[in-house]
């Protein structure tokens, strides 16, 4: 909790000078600077179906369920998963039994094996396998329904759009869709 209230405020703090940040010299900045306008490009060209699917579920909510549920939820929960997954990583990297930064995940990062880094993290976090199998099965669900809800708003949005804004558009354009993704 401690770390989560730190890096929340944090966060706060820095988010509108992180978010204009660049970086010229090549190294570890460079991967910082990749990853800010990686978002960036991610949240302009999701907009128009994350825009149209939430306003689509959202109809005949008040403006704060629209808030808490759209919002402050998601939010907090992904600050959650990373505090939890970020710290535990960094604890491990920090007090790692060969020195700082022998525990792999570092550059399992370094080497954009972002999934490697998250089932190494859970790999590490006790000697017991069936618990390591326990912790992975819940990531690799929660990972699993983001890409499968978000592959099906993007399907529900551009059905959508082909059927001329009816609200339920036929199935066949759907099930095209699906297919073709």
């Not at 499968?148 to 009816?166: F, N, Q």
């Not at 066949?172 to 993704?181: N, P, V």
Request: hydrophobic letters at 50%; a negative charge; proline letters at 4%.
């Amino acid at each position: 909790m401690g770390f989560f209230v730190s890096i929340a405020g944090d966060y706060l703090w820095n988010a509108i000078p992180m978010g204009f940040q660049t970086f010229n010299s090549p190294g570890d900045a460079a991967w910082q600077g990749g990853w800010t306008i990686f978002y960036w490009v991610w949240w302009i060209s999701w907009a128009p179906f994350v825009g149209m699917f939430i306003a689509r579920i959202s109809r005949g909510r008040t403006i704060r369920e629209f808030m808490v549920g759209v919002m402050f939820v998601p939010t907090t929960v992904a600050f959650f998963w990373l505090c939890i997954f970020g710290d535990t990583a960094m604890y491990m990297e920090m007090n790692a039994a060969g020195g700082v930064g022998t525990a792999g995940i570092a550059d399992l990062v370094r080497n954009w094996n972002l999934p490697g880094a998250l089932y190494g993290t859970i790999d590490q976090v006790t000697r017991w396998a069936w618990l390591n199998w326990i912790m992975a099965t819940p990531a690799t669900f929660l990972l699993a329904t983001w890409f499968i809800t978000s592959s099906d708003s993007g399907t529900l949005v551009i059905t959508t759009m082909l059927s001329m804004s009816d609200d339920d558009p036929p199935k066949r354009f759907r099930i095209a869709q699906d297919l073709h993704a």
